[in-house]
């Protein structure tokens, strides 16, 4: 499956982390595959090292040593601006392998789906080029949610939206919802379990 967001910071990493873990304590082999990253060097983890943590694997086979960018911005500028090659979304889809008998294989963009992920394309681009069987669209639950959602959604085949940070108690939160359910027809899920069981 292919793990987007509306954007950057939505929980991508941490939903990831949540499912790998669930499917790991089910007794599935499960492997996490980030195919670039560019991060904020002052910070302890990277979201390979929190993929890893959660697939059982190590930080560079969910994300290859040379596609560790160690500046924040979209992974292209980040190559750029540290003097590295440039990389396509096929170079991405090459380098991307999966090790034998996995059961849930998990790939995480970066930022929104239309942020570049390679000079030649962004999560979209990528994709079109894998295939998955499931997108998953993380989205902060929050005052903007619906606009977000739906221009994501967008340009995503099908995905299966999951409202992070949702709070059953809050009207806002509940009303977005119903609001996405009732009228765009979208696949919406609000909660962790639902979140496993939908896409076990
Ligand atoms: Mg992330």
Redesign the pocket.
């Known amino acids: 499956m292919l793990v987007t967001g509306t954007g950057t910071s939505t929980g991508?990493?941490w939903v990831g982390a949540q499912l790998l873990g669930a499917w790991r304590a089910g007794g599935h082999t499960v492997a996490a595959r980030k195919p670039v990253q560019s991060y904020d060097p002052g910070l302890e983890t990277t979201?390979a090292d929190v993929l890893a943590a959660a697939a059982g694997e190590q930080p560079e086979s969910v994300c290859p040593g040379h596609r560790w960018y160690e500046v924040p911005m979209a992974p292209p500028i980040a190559a750029e601006l540290l003097g590295r090659p440039a990389f396509s979304v096929d170079d991405l889809v090459d380098e991307l392998a999966w090790p034998g008998g996995v059961r849930y294989g998990l790939v995480?963009g970066v930022g929104g789906p239309r942020s570049p992920i390679a000079s030649t394309g962004d999560t979209v681009a990528l994709g079109e080029a894998l295939k998955p069987d499931t997108v998953v669209l993380v989205a902060p639950t929050e005052l903007g949610t619906i606009n977000a959602v739906l221009l994501a959604a967008s340009v995503l085949d099908d995905p299966v939206v999951f409202l992070n940070r949702y709070r059953e108690g809050n009207p806002l939160h509940a009303r977005n919802a119903r609001w996405l359910r009732d009228r765009t027809g979208l696949d919406v899920v609000t909660d962790m379990d639902a979140l496993v069981s939908r896409l076990s």
């Open positions: 991508k990493t979201d995480e």
